[in-house]
């Protein structure tokens, strides 16, 4: 095991505030031992080159759609929707071998630590091979995220999903779709057979349902009612209106409103997008407790619509953002693109925060961290004793950093500068960006390209 190791932070952003001067102390295990506000500072100790803030936890991510980020903006028909990228990704998934799978989430968990997460939820649901073929290890895939999790140096909760049908009323999967299938039998025991595999590698397990469309209420309560990982619960939502129409064509209930009607929605759940509530809607799912999963540039990219988050954080809900389809794989695209999606909305400006002097950046980073931690498994989140030492030093040699001080390093940051300031990113006490570049990038692009070349 590691030594410990401590480091002074000229600037560090607490679970209190702003703080000057403090020593962290991070153990062998890569936990944070001590914080320490009065020591003495000494010259001989290691001082980060720049404010230290918390690394957010990605609550949503389809690692292997990194493969296609950015090829799919060519116009097809007049059409061209979510459901016609869907299309495309299913080609995708169609051509991709569990190595392929490896070496593009190996690239995009480097990426995301490099944008300033420290963690990533990946909602997991490419299982087999082309036309359904089972692989010969149940895991074999999720076994390639939790590799490429430890390869990248990225925490990981993996969130096996269940898929089980093309649309609501449990119809017939497509084509396309074969390699996510499972019955329920079948998930409980890959759920079952990932345990260990996830507790040797450090990850926290929990479930996903891929979305009222793939699952019916009755395979969801068969899985809830044997599941024992005790990890968080994510599902799909609401994201396009087309499946609000589906769902109350089958139903006569909207989707956010069947799933509080039917599921036991709580603070294990995480609703991914959940963009098209009504307000009654808005106002149960922020009391549920459960986080909303907010994947702001992936909801723009496929047309999705926006999500009431003034109302929903009006009502205290809590939320926290995602990559999801990774054309964006930064906390500043994601929480800026957040904001600006309610402005352009409302025609006003600061959305998410109100009262007098309040930060947006602030209150949006808080609001994600604290989300993205619940919607992790984590215990708690932010810079705490005992908590998983997941730090990023933004850049004090760029001159808008360096200037800055409190909240207004986070808004230089978010609003106006991005990843370029994310200079050295810890996660669990190792130090896996340095200046800018990943510790191992140069391994990871190489295998990368081989696989976009194959792919091309
Ligand atoms: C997914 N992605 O599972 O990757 C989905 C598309 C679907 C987003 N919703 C497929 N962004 O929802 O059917
Ligand atoms: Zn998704």
């Not at 389809?62 to 060519?74: N, S, Y």
């Not at 929605?265 to 808005?282: F, G, P, S």
């Not at 809900?317 to 600006?340: K, N, P, Q, W």
Request: proline content about 3%.
């Amino acid at each position: 095991m590691a030594a410990s190791q401590t480091l002074l932070c000229r600037q560090i952003l607490l679970p209190e505030g702003w703080a000057s001067d403090v020593v962290l102390t991070i153990s062998g295990e890569g936990r944070i031992a001590a914080i320490d506000s009065n020591a003495e500072v000494k010259s001989s100790l290691v001082e980060a080159a720049g404010p230290v803030v918390p690394a957010l936890a990605n609550l949503h991510s389809h690692a292997f759609q990194r493969a296609m980020a950015g090829l799919a903006e060519l116009a097809g028909s007049t059409d061209d929707s979510f459901w016609t990228w869907r299309d495309a990704m299913y080609r995708l998934v169609g051509r991709m071998s569990p190595d392929d799978i490896e070496a593009v989430a190996t690239k995009l968990y480097s990426e995301l630590l490099k944008g300033g997460f420290g963690r990533v939820v990946e909602f997991h649901y490419f299982h087999h091979a082309l036309g359904g073929r089972h692989y010969a290890s149940v895991g074999e895939t999720s076994q390639r995220i939790l590799r490429a999790a430890q390869a990248a140096g990225i925490g990981l909760t993996h969130l096996p999903v269940f898929y089980a049908h093309a649309g609501f009323g449990g119809t017939e999967p497509g084509e396309g779709q074969r390699p996510f299938i499972h019955d329920v039998d079948q998930f409980l025991a890959l759920l079952q057979a990932l345990k260990p595999d996830c507790e040797a590698a450090g990850a926290t397990l929990g479930l996903a349902i891929h979305s009222l469309r793939a699952a019916t209420p009755d395979e969801m309560r068969a899985i809830l009612a044997a599941e024992e990982t005790g990890g968080p619960i994510h599902i799909h939502v609401a994201e396009q209106e087309r499946e609000v129409e589906d769902c109350l064509a089958w139903s006569g209930r909207r989707p956010v409103e069947f799933l509080l009607d039917e599921m036991p929605v709580d603070d294990r759940w995480c609703a991914i997008h959940a963009t098209h509530m009504t307000a009654d809607e808005t106002r149960r799912l922020a009391r549920s407790g459960a986080v909303a999963g907010l994947c702001p540039a992936t909801e723009a990219n496929l047309g999705d619509g926006i999500f009431p988050a003034t109302d929903f954080a009006g009502f205290g809900g809590r939320f926290g953002i995602g990559t999801d389809s990774h054309v964006a794989t930064t906390v500043a695209e994601e929480l800026r693109l957040l904001e600006y999606g309610q402005r352009l909305r409302d025609r006003r400006r600061n959305r998410i925060a109100s009262g007098s002097g309040a930060s947006i950046g602030r209150t949006l980073f808080e609001a994600a961290l604290a989300g993205g931690g619940q919607a992790a498994g984590m215990r708690s989140s932010g810079i705490r004793v005992g908590a998983r030492a997941d730090l990023v030093v933004l850049d004090g040699n760029n001159p808008f950093i360096g200037a800055a001080s409190g909240d207004q390093i986070l808004g230089r940051w978010l609003f106006a500068l991005g990843a370029e300031v994310v200079r050295d990113v810890m996660a669990a006490g190792q130090w896996v960006v340095r200046e800018g570049r990943h510790t191992n990038e140069e391994a990871i692009d190489n295998a990368f390209r081989e696989v976009l070349l194959k792919l091309a």
